[in-house]
C-alpha cells in the first residue's frame, strides 16, 4: 500500500539531522574532508601521494590512510633514475645525478618510494642506488 505524501514527509523529518538543544548552535558537520564531491586525483608524477600513503607534509591535504615521514638518502655515483613503478621497463619520470637527496617514503622489494625534494620527481628508485643519509 503506497504512504501519502505526508507520511513521506514525515518519515524523513524523522531521519533529517535534529535541531541542536536550546542555546547551542549548530556545528558544521561538512568539515574539511566531507564527502560532497567527487575527488579531483593528484598527478602522481607531481604529489607525492597514492591510495594507501602520502608524505607527512600533505597531512590536511589528501586523506589517506597513512603518512610516512621521509627519510632522506643520498643518490650514488651512478645517479638513479626514478620510474613510475616498482617494475622492469617502467616509463621514466626522471633522473638523478650523483650525490642528490632522494626522500623514502615506502620501501617494496629492491625498490623505493619517494620524492626528490619539493620539486623533483617523485617515484621509483632501486634501492642499490641509494645509501642512508648521515
Not at 503506497?2 to 531521519?15: E, K, L, V
Not at 589528501?62 to 632522506?72: I, L
Not at 621509483?124 to 645509501?131: F, G, H
Request: glycine residues 12%; hydrophobic residues 40%; proline residues 8%.
Amino acid at each position: 500500500m503506497a504512504q501519502s505524501g505526508a507520511a513521506n514527509r514525515q518519515m524523513s523529518d524523522q531521519t533529517a539531522t535534529p535541531s541542536p538543544p536550546a542555546g547551542e548552535e549548530r556545528l558544521d558537520v561538512m568539515g574539511p574532508y566531507s564527502l560532497d564531491r567527487a575527488m579531483t586525483k593528484p598527478d602522481p608524477a607531481r604529489v607525492a601521494v597514492r591510495g594507501d600513503l602520502a608524505h607527512i607534509a600533505l597531512a590536511g591535504v589528501h586523506f589517506v590512510p597513512h603518512y610516512a615521514v621521509p627519510q632522506p638518502h643520498v643518490v650514488g655515483p651512478s645517479g638513479a633514475d626514478v620510474t613510475a613503478t616498482s617494475r622492469a621497463g617502467a616509463d621514466l619520470r626522471g633522473h638523478l645525478d650523483a650525490g642528490a637527496m632522494f626522500d623514502v617514503l615506502d620501501v617494496e622489494g629492491d625498490h623505493a618510494w619517494g620524492c626528490a625534494g619539493e620539486d623533483g620527481p617523485i617515484g621509483w628508485v632501486a634501492l642499490d642506488r641509494l645509501s642512508l643519509a648521515v
